[in-house]
């Protein structure tokens, strides 16, 4: 019976795992498509011409799996056209046709046959024609197999000897029952067979399936005779460990025939590899050459001896005992020079197995082998036993192992035992621990001093203890708090306890107390520290001249010339203006050598001249120079003796032109709209009001130089300056004594017009003609500036001559 599988058929499994999956589905509007935990895309229908789709990325789809015998124990009416399974006995997928009425298997037209030899078949296996030793076979050398057919399909049966020929055939058992098959041979018998031996074994394999059926074929014995010459025996080749012998690897030989005919001749195997050959001897010529070629895969160094067997019918004189064959002894060079270095490589760090070098060697003879270093600097490399299979240029890889205890290149010694041909030198550079110390933060300390608007200098400094367990390269630095930040780098040289020292930049924006975090590079975390900064400007001595409430040192604790300087809500550490305090003397009416003597004395930042202080020559000369060499203020609040009004103001303004007058009474004098620090200060923002004067006359200035800036006029006269100030020295003049004068409580608006609260705090008041007067403020805000301006400027060594 021949059957046919049409091509559509293997096509059918596709359509059949569909529907076995979808069989639980009844009716559906739309087709299906299931998918797992791997396929992240949303839901989707199936693919177009698809009824039902899996999708996954790591699983399959599972059918029914059965034996031969349990499928073949589906009762004929469930067998249902295109019934899918996974056949376990044969390993395919079976599939039902109704056509043909067979179970068909996807991976050909028919399932593998299952049949087998039994016993009494396998004593009837037979070899026909002749088999001669070095005689090939023909069409007429076949060997019968009788075998049992449980299971029709496709056949494949070999028959193989280890004597150089074989059998075999393959083809379809239509159906169950009883074959014999015939093998066609091939080959040569390479070796015969005395009367009463049982010749070649016979391995049998069905469908790949070894058979224990082994029947034996007897080889007729070829009738040759000679003489070996063993002492013309010579191995040629070169043999190794591992590698298999090729066309190179023969022993040649001269033999003397004495009777033609087939020969055959072999070695015995030692160290994992031999010696055969056959051929004719067609005459009897003496010293005819023979080479027998070597096959195997010597396994161990040394010298093999090998004793040399043939079919001669003279046994003594067709074998030969004692042929040397000598397989190397591994051989190796090392090239140090472009070995390649792997991994990362850090001080004090322990070596992993991604520590390696990567050694490039010449193989000239195979083996194993152990390559190793020396050990330096806490560290080695080993490759443990390697096996050196191939010949030529190759790598091995050497694994470290150790911690190396310093940075830099380290020096080591690479030997291989057995095979290395010399030792070479090989550089393994290990790189630097990462700068690492901790810092002390409770040892930080602070250097210069820090206020409100004084810009940062060289004196500025925050002192953090460290100490360094590696050297390197050092950041550490603060955040940026109030307008100022803090940092330093450097190079740690040296392990231990060490300060490092940050400088401090930009410029604070205001007082008060300010936490500073300090963060470093420190590969081990360095401790996070805080240091707090107190910004502040530090205590003024202010000397006041003159007489009366007109000046904060002869003033009485209720006015404002004193009180306003007093209150701690408008200066000291926690008041508008932070200071850390303001100390006030009374210079009354001390003049020339008197005025420089408590100026040096006190060590004086700010002088205040009030009512009725006049100047003279050597005053001026006093002031000129605490201006303009010590870098103090002068407050100059004076309206009689004009004349000495002008040497000073010229003075200090290093000018000519300036001229002093007065108007009589004058109580309004309007504070120009310009931009400026008194103008803007702390206590408020008095551009575009009015000052105003106390009682009778007030003074006013004209012709004043480039170098001053006029803060406000008399009586709205835009030529006439009722206030300036100096554009860079400590200097400002107010053109009225009394211009400080004031109390809480006094109401009269033609006097102290310096109105502040019961607690000391600058207000303003109405004042004549219904204006409202800021002296207060603008006497607060003339201080707050006066002391910014000495913190930055004033040279306290300086003394006065």
Not at 678 to 683: D, K, R, T, V, Y
Not at 711 to 730: D, M, P, W, Y
Not at 759 to 785: E, F, R
């Amino acid at each position: 019976m021949k059957i046919k599988i049409h091509k559509i058929q293997k096509k059918l499994f596709l359509i059949v795992f569909s529907l076995f999956s979808f069989s639980s589905i009844f009716a559906q509007v739309n087709n299906t498509k299931i998918k797992d935990g791997t396929v992240s895309t949303g839901a989707e229908k199936a693919k177009a011409g698809a009824i039902f789709e899996l999708e996954s990325n790591n699983k399959g789809m599972l059918t029914s799996r059965l034996t031969t015998a349990q499928r073949d124990a589906i009762p004929p009416a469930n067998l249902t056209d295109g019934l899918l399974l996974y056949n376990l006995t044969t390993g395919c997928f079976d599939y039902w046709s109704q056509i043909q009425n067979i179970w068909l298997s996807i991976c050909g037209t028919l399932p593998p046959a299952i049949f087998d030899i039994s016993l009494t078949q396998c004593t009837q296996v037979a070899a026909s024609g002749n088999f001669k030793q070095g005689v090939s076979l023909n069409l007429s050398n076949y060997l019968s197999i009788p075998v049992t057919v449980t299971q029709p399909g496709v056949y494949s049966v070999s028959a193989t000897t280890t004597n150089g020929y074989y059998f075999n055939t393959n083809g379809t058992f239509p159906s169950a029952g009883s074959y014999i098959l015939n093998l066609p041979g091939t080959g040569t018998p390479n070796n015969g067979y005395t009367i009463g031996d049982p010749g070649d074994p016979v391995n049998i394999s069905l469908n790949g399936v070894d058979s224990s059926c082994v029947p034996n074929i007897f080889v007729e014995k070829a009738s040759v005779d000679f003489v070996i010459n063993c002492g013309s025996i010579s191995p040629l080749g070169d043999y190794f460990i591992g590698i298999p012998l090729t066309s190179s690897n023969k022993i040649t030989l001269t033999v003397n025939p004495t009777t033609i005919g087939f020969w055959s001749m072999t070695t015995n195997t030692v160290n994992g590899y031999s010696f055969s050959g056959t051929g004719t001897f067609n005459n009897t010529t003496p010293n005819q050459s023979v080479e027998l070629l070597g096959t195997g895969t010597p396994v161990a160094s040394g010298t093999n001896s090998f004793n040399l067997s043939s079919n001669a019918s003279t046994t003594a004189t067709g074998s030969c005992t004692g042929i040397p064959v000598t397989v190397s002894t591994v051989a190796y060079t090392i090239d140090c020079a472009t070995a390649t270095q792997n991994g990362v490589y850090m001080q004090d760090v322990a070596l992993s197995a991604s520590n390696t070098i990567t050694l490039p060697i010449n193989v000239t003879a195979t083996g194993q082998t152990t390559i190793t270093t020396t050990t330096a600097n806490g560290i080695s490399f080993t490759s443990g036993l390697v096996n050196l299979s191939t010949l030529g240029l190759q790598n091995v890889t050497l694994t470290g192992t150790g911690m190396p205890s310093s940075a830099g290149t380290t020096i080591l010694t690479v030997s291989g035992a057995p095979g290395a041909s010399a030792t070479c030198s090989l550089n393994v550079t290990i790189a630097p621990q990462p700068v690492t110390y901790t810092t002390n933060c409770a040892g930080i300390t602070t250097s210069g001093s820090y206020a409100p608007g004084i810009a940062m200098t060289a004196t500025n400094t925050m002192t953090v203890p460290v100490n360094v367990t590696y050297v390197g390269a050092y950041t550490i630095t603060t955040n940026s708090v109030n307008g100022v930040s803090f940092a330093a780098t450097g190079t740690f040289t040296a392990t231990g306890a060490q300060n490092v020292v940050m400088t401090a930049t930009g410029t604070p924006v205001s007082g008060g107390i300010f936490s500073y975090a300090v963060s470093a590079n420190s590969t081990n975390g360095a401790t996070a520290c805080n240091k707090s900064i107190t910004f502040i400007f530090r205590t003024m001595r202010i000397l006041g001249l003159g007489g009366g409430v007109y000046q904060p040192g002869s003033s009485g604790a209720a006015n404002s010339s004193r009180a306003i300087l007093a209150s701690t809500a408008n200066f000291s550490a926690t008041g508008t203006f932070p200071v850390q305090g303001i100390t006030i003397f009374d210079g009354a009416y001390s003049y020339g050598t008197a005025l420089r003597n408590l100026i040096n004395t006190n060590n004086i930042d700010i002088v205040v001249i009030g009512y009725n202080y006049t100047p003279d020559a050597a005053t001026i000369t006093v002031l000129n120079n605490f201006v303009k060499n010590k870098k103090g203020v002068l407050i100059h609040s004076q309206e009689n003796d004009a004349a000495n009004v002008v040497n000073l103001v010229n003075t200090i303004c290093g000018s000519t032109t300036v001229a002093i007058a007065s108007t009589g009474t004058t109580y309004t004098n309007p504070i120009l709209n310009i931009s400026d620090s008194i103008l803007e200060g702390p206590f408020g923002d008095i551009k575009g009001f009015n000052l105003g004067s106390d009682v009778n006359i007030s003074y006013y200035a004209t012709g004043l130089p480039a170098n001053v800036t006029s803060l406000s006029t008399q009586n709205g006269n835009a030529t006439r300056i009722f206030s300036f100030k100096h554009t860079t020295l400590g200097y400002i003049y107010v053109g009225d004594s009394g211009w400080t004068a004031g109390d809480a409580t006094n109401a009269a608006t033609t006097i102290y017009p310096a109105k502040m609260s019961s607690t000391g705090l600058p207000l303003t008041k109405a004042y004549d003609s219904g204006i409202t007067v800021y002296n207060s403020i603008m006497y607060a805000n003339t201080m707050a500036w006066a002391i910014k301006y000495v913190q930055a400027n004033i040279n306290s060594a300086y003394v006065i001559p």
